[in-house]
């Protein structure tokens, strides 16, 4: 098994589930690759053997057991060429006959969209392979959640609380960034959970005088706070997303941060005197151990891995549809990413308790 792309509570938790549900079968053992599948493709290979031993007690901690990266992969593996420059090769091939070489018989991938796009490419070569989603961003088709994300939501709404009471000592406006790519997930459930006057989402791109009623209809001279939860993803309309540098070898994905920042520079643009605070939230939402709810779906999607494993479902992610364990074709779920439905009750449920998303 690997654990890919960004790390994420209960990852841990689906480790431990697929060794012991293996564990009850005859002649099954279970293997992990360090750091996604580099460590198979590392020279000499670095591989781990997991037993019930191996995974006690593992499901309350956080990160993962076996490393993960959203560096490099089969497909894009990273190598100087003869001048010193990075440059990316194709080492599908070469991962397949180690596979074959270590007698694999299945792999199970843990992971986002990311992972899953590599799970589909080494299907469609003849790899054996079973998903299991993962991500703290929710982002994800053809599954109800994803594990990760209520523990991510957790730490987000205690974070809103402890905000509430200095912004109200202070009469500020503090502002929240959450992360959550181009999903408001974690931003929209921690509104909603913890109270906030404002929310910010990348499925609405926001007007800034629409915030600033908002904010005006809260503070009378002076007096009076306003809490803000933004995602990283959320921009202004004929805006863009705020982006950040990203200079790391092999990583491809766009790193997404400083909206929170942006925002109060808008706001002080448009004459909010009020004083105003920033808080990146940042990797205190992946980091530390999953919630209880966390950990029993990463569990469930553990064991259910493992009965697609036996029934040879390749190609096939776990997922909960409707409250139930299924699978589903995992070509499907990369091509359908998991936005927030602006028609869904609780976004409802957000403007009729006054919430604005800056529409
Ligand atoms: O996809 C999970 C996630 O935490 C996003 O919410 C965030 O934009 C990104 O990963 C951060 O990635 P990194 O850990 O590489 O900075």
Known sequence: MVT?????????????????????EQDWKIIGSRDAFNGVLREPMEIVELDNST??????????????????????????????????????????????FLNVHAVIN???????KISQQLFEIGCNIIGVPKTIDNDLGFTDITFGFPTAVEIATDAVDKLVTTAESHNRIIILEVMGRDAGWIALHAAVAGGAEVCLIPEIPYDIQKIIKRINKRI????????????????????????????????????????????MHELKENGIATDIRVTTLGHLQRGGKPIAYDRILATKFGVKAF?????????????????????VSISEVIEKYNYVDLNSDLVKTARDIDISFGD
């Open 110 to 116: 843990i992971g986002g969209d990311g992972s899953q």
């Open 307 to 327: 009965e697609m494993v036996l029934e040879k479902e390749f190609g096939k992610m776990a997922a909960l549809h409707n409250g139930k364990l299924i699978s």
């Open 4 to 24: 890919g792309g960004g790390d994420c509570p209960g990852l841990n938790a689906v480790i431990r589930a697929i060794v012991k549900r293996a564990s009850k």
């Open 220 to 263: 009378h001279n002076s007096r009076g706070f306003v809490n803000i939860v933004i995602s990283e993803g959320a921009y202004p309309l004929d805006g863009t997303h705020q982006y950040q540098n990203n200079d790391e070898i092999g990583n491809h994905n766009l790193r997404l941060g400083g909206a929170g920042n942006r925002l």
């Open 55 to 100: 995974v006690a007690g593992i499901h309350v901690r956080g990160g993962t057991i076996l490393g993960t990266t959203n560096k490099g992969g089969p497909f894009a593996w990273a190598v100087k060429d003869n001048n010193g420059n990075w440059k990316e090769e194709d080492h599908s091939s070469e991962m397949l006959r180690k596979l074959e």
